[in-house]
């Protein structure tokens, strides 16, 4: 249990800020994405920086239960996904990308996710 508060305390204020960020500022995002999805380059480095981040909340913490512990583990297994398939074919990855940053509702979509997710792992970090 120690494990899991320490990571709602450490991934819960990330997903707020970001899910702060997209709401309230999603035609910046989007133009920010569209830039960094023209560079396979740095979607390459951003799926070398999210593998290790999702393996190392994987490893220790696969935790498979009934409550808020399972969001931190669901997080770090996306972040392994998302961080093997931007190293493994970053030109696919980019193509995935603009499919869906030109559409404005992802953007409100992924705020409402990262919000969510956000404020559940504060609250039982912090708070409960």
């Not at 991934?11 to 999805?37: C, D, T």
């Amino acid at each position: 249990m120690q494990t899991s508060v320490f990571l709602a305390k450490l991934i819960g204020p990330l997903a707020l800020a970001l899910g702060i960020a997209l709401a309230g500022n999603g035609a910046a995002f989007r133009a920010m994405a569209g830039e960094f999805l023209n560079s396979p380059a740095l979607i390459f480095l951003a799926g070398i920086i999210t593998l290790p981040a999702g393996l190392a909340i994987v490893l220790t913490h696969n935790v498979w239960t009934p409550n808020w512990r399972v969001v931190i583990t669901i997080v770090g297994w996306l972040s392994i996904i998302a961080g093997t398939f931007r190293t493994v074919a970053p030109q696919y990855a980019a193509a995935m990308g603009r499919s869906k940053v030109s559409n404005p509702v992802f953007t409100n979509i992924g705020a409402a996710i990262w919000l969510a997710v956000g404020a559940l792992l504060c609250f039982f970090g912090y708070f409960h």
